[in-house]
């Protein structure tokens, strides 16, 4: 597998799995523990990093269903507060948004990735991560964030989005399954299937990111909110790490590391 570079962090290849630790400036997100206010973002942010993230994934806007929509100029403010507090701070930074406008304002601070979960649909966003140089991490979509159904449309939907990237130019990047509800036309069994497959991911020859923290899918088959589903997502994420996850992106990046120590115990010599 080639490895994708972020920052001074290698991916994939034969790095250990990563942990891409979740802040939420918004307000709205689906899980009201993984909100932090602005003036908490650096306090977090270091304690993620002391709890073993390699870098932290910063998003100022829900894209949970059913989430109310705020403006891309609400989504630019919040995100660029949020990375005032971290400028200057040595943290390995990605930034969650699909709104070239809102990459604009993060491109004045110190970022080392974007997170593009409509997986370069936009070519205007998806030049400006090549003029910039910065790695992505784009996730399976068609037209519209998550849209493939299945495992066959996520394969073509990530070949699009393969694609999409040798148009821009963009050579570093990780590729995202889009385990999630996000369409009303997505089941929780969709979800489960993706996960069963998830090592057909692997076939691009790219890194693959694992993000089921805390979902939909582990809630519905628990009948659990948010908040008690983390021993859901840990059993999860060891199955996702058996079948080649590079990195775990998640909201709780201290049982998240003891998960993959464990794993990584488990397989030593295998």
């Not at 002391?50 to 998003?59: F, S, T």
């Not at 930074?93 to 709104?99: A, F, G, I, K, Q």
């Not at 993060?106 to 370069?120: Q, T």
Request: a negative charge.
């Amino acid at each position: 597998m080639r490895s994708c570079r972020v920052n001074k962090l290698d991916i994939g290849g034969g790095a250990p799995p990563r942990i891409m630790g979740v802040i939420n400036c918004s307000g709205e997100s689906f899980y009201r523990g993984s909100f932090i206010p602005i003036d908490l973002v650096h306090e977090t942010a270091v304690a993620m990093v002391e709890q073993g993230a390699d870098m932290i994934d910063i998003g100022a806007r829900s894209t949970a269903p059913n989430t109310q929509p705020i403006s891309g100029r609400e989504e630019a403010e919040r995100i660029d507060g949020a990375l005032k507090e971290l400028d200057g701070s040595g943290i390995t930074l990605s930034v969650d948004t699909m709104h070239p406008g809102v990459l604009d304002v993060c491109l004045k601070h110190d970022i080392h990735a974007a997170n593009d979960i409509s997986g370069f649909v936009s070519p205007a966003y998806a030049k400006k991560v090549a003029d910039a140089g910065l790695p992505a991490f784009l996730m399976a979509t068609s037209q519209i964030p998550g849209d493939p159904i299945g495992v066959d449309a996520t394969l073509a939907s990530l070949e699009e989005v393969v694609r999409r990237c040798e148009t821009a130019g963009v050579k570093e990047y990780v590729l995202d399954p889009a385990i999630g509800i996000w369409t009303p036309f997505r089941s929780v069994e969709d979800d489960w299937e993706l996960c069963r497959h998830f090592e057909t991911f692997l076939c691009f020859d790219r890194p693959v990111l694992a993000a089921v923290s805390r979902k939909t899918f582990i809630g519905m088959l628990l009948n659990q909110e948010p908040e008690d589903r983390l021993p859901g997502t840990l059993a999860v994420t060891t199955k996702l790490l058996e079948k080649g996850a590079s990195v775990i992106r998640t909201h709780d990046v201290a049982a998240t590391r003891d998960t993959i120590r464990v794993y990584e115990q488990l397989v030593k010599g295998t």
